[in-house]
């Protein structure tokens, strides 16, 4: 074997772009053939890190961000849900993964996706008697606190009979909980 780049073994790797010759002696005679070889860009697919959301609040995941205008134009995608776009947005929980392919290249890369646990909130429909007052709790579990009545403390306190909502923020209030009671 001998190849065009001088290499004498009987297959190389090659790293450019380019035409490849090879003469092979079989018995004596000489043989001769040649390979136009194109590399293709790198294909970079990155749908980010594993992420923590609220609960409720969607995602979007783009597996096309880093790709070249060319490689828009040519790529396939496959996501483990299903969907064949080049992004997709979510609010399950779970883990993610996408297969893309460009001209006979495939990549795949995977992230987790998951929900700041919300927490414990102690409130619950109660009875109020006549002329009495009810504490209501929320706990002290959250980073804010948002009442109907327009107070903003874990606990208010009431007189009469209503439905009492409250907006509780954790997460240093990126994320939200409402509450709903009925006294």
């Known amino acids: 074997y001998l190849w065009s780049n001088g290499d004498t073994t009987s297959s190389i790797r090659v790293g450019s772009s380019g035409a490849y010759t090879v003469e092979v002696k079989i018995f004596g005679c000489v043989v001769r053939g040649s390979k136009q070889v194109t590399v293709l860009p790198r294909i970079n697919v990155d749908l980010g890190s594993d992420q923590v959301i609220c609960f409720g609040d969607n995602i979007t995941l783009d597996a096309s961000k880093y790709l070249t205008p060319t490689q828009l134009t040519k790529a396939t995608y496959q996501w483990s849900s299903g969907q064949t776009n080049e992004t997709i947005s979510t609010e399950k929980v779970g883990e993610y993964k996408v297969d893309v392919e460009v001209q006979g290249c495939k990549v795949s890369h995977a992230m ?12 619950k429909d109660t009875s109020v008697c006549y002329e009495l007052e009810l504490v209501l709790d929320a706990g002290n579990n959250y980073d804010s606190y948002l009442w ?3 107070e903003t403390t874990p606990k208010i306190t009431i007189s009469e009979s209503d439905d009492i909502g409250v907006k509780l923020g954790y997460q240093n209030n990126q994320c939200f909980n409402q509450k709903n ?3």
């Open 112 to 123: 987790k996706l998951s929900n700041y646990a919300i927490p414990y909130t102690p409130l």
């Open 181 to 183: 009671v009925r006294a």
């Open 148 to 150: 109907s009545t327009g």
